[in-house]
C-alpha cells in the first residue's frame, strides 16, 4: 500500500515539478530494532514515485558500514540529500509532519544548488576558520 493518499501524491508531483537537477534519497535501515524505518521508506519511496529526478538507494546500516561512516550515518533511519555534490544535509527519524515540508525544501534546495541563504550570511560564513557542525531537532507533533 502506498504512503501517500493519491491527491497528497499529486500534490508531491506538483511541489517537484521545479525541480533543476536529479535529487538521489541515501536511505539507510536497519532490520533490527527500527520502528520508523518502514515508513521513512514509504515516504521516500513516494517521493520517488512523484518525480523522475528523484532516486532512493537503501542501505543497510550495519553491512553498508563504510558507506555510513564516510556520509557520517550513525544511526538508522537516516537519509542523506545528494545532489550533484554532496551538501551534508542529514535526516534522521521518519519525515512525517513538518519534517516532510523540511525534506521537501531541502530536496528543491539540493536540486537548485542553492542554499537559500542571503549573500550577506554567505559572506559570514566564507569567514569560518573551522568547520561547524550544525543540527536541527524536531519533535513529533
Known amino acids: 500500500m502506498a504512503y501517500f493518499s493519491d491527491p497528497d501524491a499529486r500534490v508531491l508531483a506538483d511541489r517537484l515539478q521545479s525541480l533543476q537537477s536529479p535529487v538521489r534519497l541515501t536511505f539507510f535501515t536497519q532490520s533490527l530494532d527500527c520502528e520508523s524505518c518502514p515508513a521513512t521508506k514509504g515516504i521516500l519511496d513516494g517521493l520517488a514515485a512523484a518525480s523522475p529526478l ?7 546500516l550495519l553491512l553498508d558500514k563504510g558507506l555510513a561512516e564516510t556520509m ?5 533511519p537516516a537519509v542523506a540529500v545528494v545532489g550533484e555534490t554532496d551538501p551534508g544535509v542529514r ?15 531541502a530536496i528543491l534546495a539540493v536540486s537548485a544548488n542553492d542554499s537559500g541563504l542571503s549573500a550577506t550570511t554567505r559572506q559570514r560564513l566564507v569567514g569560518l576558520t573551522e568547520a561547524l557542525h550544525l543540527q536541527v531537532f524536531s519533535t513529533p507533533t
Do not use: M
Not at 557520517?72 to 538508522?76: S, T
Open 91 to 105: 535526516f534522521y527519524g521518519a519525515p512525517e509532519g513538518y519534517e516532510l515540508v523540511s525534506l521537501l525544501d
Open 72 to 76: 557520517g550515518i550513525e544511526r538508522a
Open 54 to 60: 528523484v532516486t532512493v538507494d537503501e542501505h543497510d
